[in-house]
């Protein structure tokens, strides 16, 4: 098997597993918003209420983590 298809492997297996940890993740922090906030999860209004949240989250996040790259990449 050549190098470029084995590394497009290791990626493609890579980021199947980031979806299950991800879906894993998602499963947990929504039964946390279930016991923290008194509206049922089931409404439009908590599940909009925890789609802002989780992507506010993520993109906190993601700017950490791009600026720590940046700053290794600096030095």
Do not use: C, H
């Not at 493609?12 to 922090?29: H, Q």
């Not at 209420?49 to 720590?68: D, E, H, K, P």
């Amino acid at each position: 098997m050549s190098k470029k298809i084995m590394e497009q492997i290791i990626t493609l297996f890579t980021a199947g597993f980031g979806v299950i940890a991800a879906l894993a993740w998602n499963e947990a922090v929504q039964s946390l918003f279930d016991r923290w906030f008194l509206f049922p999860s089931d409404t439009v209004k908590a599940k909009f209420f925890y789609a802002i949240t989780v992507t506010i989250i993520a993109v906190l996040i993601t700017s950490l983590f791009a600026g720590l790259r940046q700053k290794q990449d600096d030095e």
